[in-house]
């Protein structure tokens, strides 16, 4: 298999409409304490075609020596010939070079379909180690990042997406503008954004209370923000010859949207919106138990994906539901409104390893394990 990896710097990083694979979301992870790899993949098709991808890597800390590097929702599908095990592994064995002795494992989110949507692990493991020399990758303990998500395609018009909806999610859409629930978006350059991003993080900070999820600090937040209008006023320095983009040029950098459901001056709703390419994001959210019969949470998620149309997206990815309609789950609530939007419910891969020091990652296997059962 004709495979290269190369080392790149950050600033000519190929861009893409994938959200994770970007120089942004280098920089963003970079502010959390991960050290960001860039690299560009080349490779050659059966038909002795050349492409290529760039490729983020992402060192995480396991322990005071020992770290783990993360790939997230990468390689895609769309480019990876049909002999995907044996080219991970051949991706795997080059990214080793690059990395540091103290780098346990390599983590994968695939961003493949599993159409067989199988959960026996040891069936998982078998057919993703077919066809490859060293057999070696590992279904992780869980995904990190949630196998199964509802992927919106937002090509149709409005009100075939409308039609297409569950009739429950269209009444609530309508109750809520019945009821006078008004939206407002802000962006990076909103004089507002940091004072309107404290007031929804306190509803976020709840909302993650109230659900079990796992909170993130204000300051996180507050850094994309900083950080995209850091990324959005370099982009405004690269001008083009009478103003037309042309064919080649790159993907612009991804923008975030604060959306914000209030009624009476009160907040209702918030969420936050990422915008890649083509690609939009549902990123964060938070809810308040106030004033739940006037459904501001169907009718901000209308504002958004008209917004996101608007903006020449073509998919809408609502980011993690449980994986079937199961209404024992805690999450079942969660499974009927992301679906009743009329997306395509989509499984991935999940997440894998490829062990490098097989007794390090044996350890943390077995902690990670113990934390999941905790």
């Known amino acids: 298999m004709n495979l290269t ?11 893409s409409d994938n959200l994770f694979q970007n120089h942004f979301w280098g920089k963003l992870k970079e502010a959390t304490g ?4 860039y690299f560009e993949v080349t490779f050659e098709d059966e038909e002795n ?3 290529s991808f760039p490729l983020l890597v992402l060192l995480r800390k396991i322990n005071k020596v020992f770290k783990y590097a993360y790939i997230l929702r990468s390689p895609d599908e769309k480019i990876i010939p049909e002999d995907k095990n044996c080219f991970l592994e051949e991706l795997s064995e080059q990214i080793k070079q690059y990395l540091p002795e103290t780098v346990a494992f390599i983590r994968y989110d695939l961003h493949w379909i599993n159409r067989e949507h199988s959960s026996r692990t040891e069936m998982l493991e078998i057919m993703m180690n077919y066809g490859t020399k060293k057999h070696n990758f590992k279904k ?4 990190y990042m949630c196998s199964s998500t509802c992927i919106l395609n937002l090509n149709p018009a409005p009100q ?3 039609k297409k909806m569950r009739q429950q999610t269209r009444n609530s859409i309508r109750r809520a503008y019945r009821e006078n629930v008004t939206f407002s978006i802000y962006d990076a350059a909103s004089p507002e954004i940091f004072q309107k991003l404290k007031d929804t993080y306190e509803m976020y900070r709840d909302t993650a209370q109230r659900k079990n999820f796992y909170c993130e600090e204000y300051k996180y937040f507050e850094k994309i923000f900083i950080l995209n209008k850091e990324f959005s006023e370099k982009k405004e320095t690269e001008d083009f010859d009478e103003g037309i983009v042309p064919l080649d040029a790159q993907v612009p950098s991804p923008q975030f949207y604060l959306f914000t459901a209030q009624k009476n001056s009160t907040v209702l709703s918030g969420l936050i919106l990422a915008i890649c390419g083509t690609n939009a994001y549902y990123m964060y959210a938070a809810s308040s138990m106030d004033m739940r019969h006037c459904m501001p949470n169907y009718g901000l998620q209308w504002e958004v994906i008209r917004f996101a149309r608007s903006k020449g997206c073509t998919s809408y990815d609502f980011m993690g539901i449980p994986p079937n309609n199961d209404s024992s789950s805690p999450l079942s609530g969660l499974y009927i409104f992301k679906t009743g939007f009329g997306g395509d419910v989509t499984h991935f891969y999940g997440t894998w390893d490829y062990p490098i020091n097989h007794k390090e990652y044996t350890t943390f296997c077995t902690g990670e394990s113990l934390s999941i059962k905790n």
């Open 34 to 37: 991960q050290a960001p790899l």
């Open 5 to 15: 990896l190369t080392k790149v710097q950050p600033e000519i990083f190929p861009a």
């Open 49 to 51: 075609s050349r492409h």
């Open 160 to 162: 075939t997406m409308l």
């Open 140 to 143: 992780a303990p869980t995904d």
